[in-house]
Nanobody
């Protein structure tokens, strides 16, 4: 299983970014995918989750109404559209999935929200 994130960067408060997580090594449509983030000095926290079919999503309260998770089964890719970004969204963002045999993480992508 491989998960590769991209799309992070530096953005001003109020700006937008779209993160991508390209996957391989498993049947993408069979598994839920999640985005997590970890800010300096803080624990890793769940941001958003989407079912394998894409029919069900859930979000942390801190990002509801601002972030949207989606997937493209044809591309084996999950996205996180982040709008109205705030300085407190600054963190390393990780893609995640799990199956019967383990929990899998990407290498992370840095998102910095600063003026």
């Amino acid at each position: 299983v491989q998960l590769v994130e991209s799309g992070g960067g530096l953005v001003q408060p109020g700006g937008s970014l779209r993160l991508s997580c390209t996957t391989s090594g498993f049947t993408f449509s069979n598994y839920a995918m999640s985005w997590y983030r970890q800010a300096p000095g803080k624990e890793r926290e769940s941001v958003a989750t989407i079912s394998g079919t894409g029919s069900t999503t859930s979000y942390a309260d801190s990002v509801k109404g601002r972030f949207t998770i989606s997937n493209d089964n044809a591309k084996n890719t999950v996205y996180l559209q982040m709008n109205s970004l705030k300085p407190e969204d600054t963190a390393v963002y990780y893609c995640n999935t799990h199956d019967l045999w383990g929990v899998y993480w990407g290498q992370g992508t840095q998102v910095t929200v600063s003026s």
